[in-house]
């Protein structure tokens, strides 16, 4: 018996949604599917043209207003009882002076320059900033033989993210206690998890002050940094009870407030799976200027993409009566304090992350995957399934309304990986083979296919090496003999020309370990390490390994391998060439890889890395490691606790 992974089955036809429409689908129950049930096969049209008639959206008059749209959009919601803590406490050590020296170091790997994004480490040159579970470590870091750790702040909840600005250190905690507040004429009911937003002056290194603080009922869904503001974007569902529904409720420095419905935007479309999203701006420089927030009404976002002046919103949605999946558009216009809601729209089809969407110009460009379903009746109930894949491009105006469009890229395939470079859009479907597909968006109104390459493997980021060069980093896969669909081996990196739009290759690559074989950059661009500088790759990696020993007829393709280490692998990239530098482990013995089955989890499992100078640092839960960036010879290392 083998183990088959979710792609593994999504390739198969076993569990096509998984991967793919999982956000569309959230909070869906059967009751919903027997709603809509249909005597007879519904295909969804395999080429839907749609008139987006984009506008402001509208606002809330009245709280009864917002309560009859909940209550005539059949969403069911649910009601859960809670119990809120805000109390924020911390711990500060002994005293260090800010950094005055400045160093060459790397930053956060970001999908727009100059739109920084909250991680769990942080550096400023000399200090590490950096979130393990419940505890935000500050670290003297540089020079290395002088590194250890010079405060800790011990939270209640858990930390999302950070921010460093200058000396202002930024914390997202989330806890899921809570309390029933009551709000005149009616009760409404608080979500069972708050986010908590802390700003820190670490003037003094070793003891950081907390400034700042505001709270919101809900999840933190993501945030950016422009300048002095940090914009935070949480998700508070709906909860209704005997007709009524809740409102969001944000503290700020232990004052309880609740967003009145007046003052909540939202569209006029029905959906299943309503939330509350909000927009706040804090000035993490200046604490007397007001956080300022806007509400949005919507389904939950799958995806936000921001540039230097918007932040957009992606909301998939599914009708049932039609069988169509679209993905709804909010732009939102942020500067300084400014939250503006100004434009929204829609698009077919789902996108798969941030990186399907890219502001250029005056256009926004998006890269949608389209499936067709169809609905037939079995002996006890309603099937609904997933048939033909295409994939789309669309640029739409500032007012987002579709003007250009390239549709049905890639039949039968879901987009695995998409990059919009300039002019160029760099899109990577899979179902077999992996064709990396060049498109040209020199005309807004025309995109086109300039050429396209197909080799094995997938793509599940691209990253600019240069003009003429990408990187890709994926799986490798061999085509399965059983079926359309493909097996999944080790993870691959592979450096792709694209100076021939016409006709891009693959110049290098490189395989690591067998199937079963992972790293987290494969799911978050933020464990990416690359500087063309210093020729430097660097990713977090899970090694599994095949006994061949144990297959005397031949491995199959499907056979997993066992977890044998798991560190940083090091790379040296040039403009042909990937090499393996060296390989850097936090785990002294396999204890924690030979208890492991399905799944591996360990505090000494490498979760990031960044330099400083000439010095290489490895993180997990458990220690940093320090090393030579040429030898990778340990230098010295600092254990967390």
């Known amino acids: 018996m083998y183990k088959a992974s979710s792609k593994d089955l999504l390739n198969a036809g076993n569990k096509l949604a998984v991967r793919s429409f999982s956000a569309a689908l959230m909070g869906l129950t059967l009751g919903l599917l027997v709603i809509n049930l249909m005597l007879f096969l519904v295909y969804a049209p395999s080429n839907i043209i749609l008139s987006s008639n984009s506008s402001v959206l509208l606002k809330f008059s009245s709280y009864t207003e917002l309560k009859n749209f909940i209550n005539r959009s059949g969403y069911s919601g649910y009601y859960p009882y809670y119990y809120v803590n805000v109390i924020r406490g911390g711990q500060a050590l002994t005293a260090f002076s800010a950094p005055e020296a400045s160093f060459d170091y790397s930053k956060t790997n970001v999908q727009v320059e100059g739109v920084d994004e909250a991680d769990i480490v ?8 950096l979130a393990s579970n419940n505890k935000v470590f500050i670290v003297k870091a540089y020079p290395a033989d002088e590194a250890r750790i010079v405060a800790k702040i011990q939270l209640n909840g858990t930390v999302s993210g950070l921010f460093i600005n200058g000396d202002r250190l930024v914390v997202f905690e989330s806890s899921y206690q809570g309390i029933i507040f009551v709000r005149t004429p009616s009760i409404f009911f608080s979500p069972d998890s708050m986010i908590h937003i802390m700003v820190y002056d670490v003037a003094d290194r070793g003891n950081p002050v907390l400034v700042k603080t505001l709270s919101a009922d809900g ?3 993501t945030s950016r940094m422009i300048g002095d503001y940090v914009y935070v974007i949480v998700t508070t569902p709906i909860i209704l009870r005997e007709g009524e529904v809740n409102l969001p409720v944000i503290i700020e420095d232990g004052e309880k407030d609740e967003v009145e419905a007046s003052d909540i935007y939202y569209t006029n479309v029905t959906d299943y799976g309503y939330s509350y999203t909000t927009v706040f701006a804090i000035n993490v420089v200046d604490e007397n200027v007001e956080p300022t927030h806007e509400t949005f009404l919507l389904g939950t976002s799958s995806s936000v993409y921001a540039s230097l002046g918007n932040v957009y919103l992606a909301i998939p949605h599914y009708d049932y009566e039609t069988n169509v999946e679209t993905t709804h558009i909010v732009r939102i216009r942020i500067q300084g304090s400014t939250i503006k809601s100004e434009a929204s729209g829609v698009v077919p089809g789902r996108v798969l992350n941030q990186f399907s969407m890219d502001e250029y110009g005056e256009y926004f460009r998006i890269a949608t995957t389209m499936s067709n379903f169809r609905r037939f009746l079995g002996q006890t109930s309603i099937a609904t399934t997933m ?6 491009v669309y640029v739409l105006d500032m007012n987002l309304t579709i003007v250009g469009r390239l549709e049905d890229l890639a039949p039968g395939e879901s987009i695995y990986s998409a990059r919009f470079i300039g002019t160029k859009c760099y899109l990577v479907t899979f179902k077999k083979v992996d064709p990396l597909f060049v498109i040209g968006l020199d005309d807004p109104t ?8 197909k080799i094995p493997g997938f793509s599940d980021y691209l990253h600019l090496y240069s003009e003429n060069l990408l990187i890709g980093v994926g799986k490798e896969t061999v085509e399965a003999e059983e079926g359309d669909f493909a097996w999944y081996q080790g993870v691959k990196i592979a450096l792709f020309d694209v100076s021939d739009v016409a006709n891009p290759r693959q110049i290098a690559s490189y395989v690591i370990g067998d199937r079963g ?11 990416f390490l690359f500087d063309r500088d210093r020729n430097l790759l660097a990713l977090p990696i899970l090694l599994a390994e095949i006994d061949e020993s144990q297959y005397p007829e031949g491995v199959p393709a499907n056979a ?4 044998v280490w798991q560190g940083l692998y090091v790379f040296t990239v040039t403009e042909d060439l990937i090499s393996l530098r060296g390989r850097v482990t936090h785990m002294d013995n396999n204890e924690d890889l030979l208890k492991s089955g399905y799944y591996f989890d360990s505090k000494y499992s490498v979760k990031r890395s960044l330099y400083i100078e000439n010095m290489l640092y490895s993180i997990s839960d458990a220690k940093i490691a320090i090393n030579d960036l040429a030898s990778l010879e340990l230098v010295n290392e600092v254990k967390l606790s």
């Open 122 to 129: 942080k550096s400023d040159g000399e200090y590490l900033y």
């Open 219 to 221: 999840w933190y869904f």
């Open 387 to 392: 048939s033909d894949q295409s994939n789309n």
């Open 446 to 453: 025309s995109p086109k296919v300039l050429g396209k390459l």
């Open 517 to 527: 074989t992972d790293s987290p950059v494969l799911h978050d661009h933020k464990a």
């Open 560 to 563: 997993y391998g066992e977890y």
